[in-house]
């Protein structure tokens, strides 16, 4: 037996377009049927688009289904979208938002196993096999992060240390003496984490780590670059929600030419966020969803409002699945300053362009006599902090500058001192609007 077990589904990875058509068909007419029978939710959506279940025999007549969002979900809090009693409910998970009730998600036995199993089909796209030892520093609880890549690095052989987040200090103890080769955590994390490297001083031989599988929050391609040169390591993007099942919805290869969707278990469609219709590949528009393989809790056609592209064709890595591009950002974090259309993210890649600025940022929006200002505020990074006021104006400066001449924006820009910034160990917060307070 081979000692590196590699998880991974060649036939459904690499299958011809036809075949994943077939498939994702005849999955999608037996969950059309399931979804009619055991939720009433969804009976009456598809009632009232005059759809009965035998209707549907393909995935093309995706198109024709109604869709559900985040409200829906709210609505029917907490279970009544499952489609399976209580009794077969294994595993319970909740994102709390910032508003409201919390989203719950339902898992069987099944669904835990296909949860595995898109995780550890992500791992291996990033060469994690049974001997790495892989530490797992998102949230363990309610939040899909820490489990998720729990059984999925279980599942792949390799030795878990489930640390969960926070802790810093202890976070480096555990990567030195247990020799972690792989780091899984929300990129903003990583750059913290990089960061107390550099600042503990210690040795660069003692991080033995190659690999990072990062996700939960839109970053840049330029912050990977950030994190790369600070932890020695190839940075690779996970993606996921809870909604559709956590962390493994799609996952980069080697090649890095967008995220692989697993869809043979999750159908992706881009919409126009406004009205609604399908947009061809390569279009940015809104992710939409539907899980064509879930027990417990189903999904059809959900709107992520997470913002992207499409593309198929085969990638160099031999994977036919669909790639998505790095999400843009959700639609909710659009900020429109004075008519101009601007994510956090875009804001991100000028600032970590830049030799003297640290990952570490806010956005912050307000009106001021009718008029929306944004103001940037960064951290300088210790090499570049400096007692000189000119020295400091210069690079205050030529952010502004840099904004302004890609961006199409002008921004109040405000340095701040090294560390001084509020760190965060999941999800970062990116903006401040008091337009919508
Ligand atoms: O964040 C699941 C997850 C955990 C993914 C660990 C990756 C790693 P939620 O808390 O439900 O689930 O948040 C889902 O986070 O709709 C996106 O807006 C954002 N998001 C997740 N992954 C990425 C990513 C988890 N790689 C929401 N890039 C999603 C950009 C991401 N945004």
Redesign the pocket.
Known sequence: MSRNKMIWNPERECAEREQMHDLQSRQLTSMIRRMYDHVPFYRDRLKAAGIEPGDIRSADQLKMLPFTTKSDLRDNYPFGLFTVPQSEVIRLHA?SGTTGKP?VVGYTRQDIDLWAEVVARSLTMAGIHSGDTIQIA?GYGP???GL??HYGAEKVGATVIPISSGNTRKQLQFMTDFNATAL?C??SYAAHLGEHILKEGIPPEEIRLRAG???????SNEMRREIENMLHIKAY???????VI?????MECDCQHG?HIFEDHFIPEIIHPETLEPLPDGEVGE?VFTTISKEAMPLLRYR???LTRLHRGKCPCGRTLVRME??L??SD?MLIIRGVNVFP?QVESVLMEMAETSPHYLLIVRRENNLDTLEVRVEINEKNWSDSIRELEGIRRRIEHNIKSLLGISAIIRLVEPNSMERSDG?ARRIIDYRKQ
């Not at 956590?246 to 799609?250: L, N």
């Open positions: 994102s989203t998102y939040f899909t992060g998720g890549l899984a929300t990129p599988i990062f996700g939960a929050e839109p970053w993007d996970i993606y996921g929600l809870s909604e956590g962390p493994g919805v799609s995220s992710l992520t409002r997470d790095k999400c950002g959700r974090d993210s999800k």
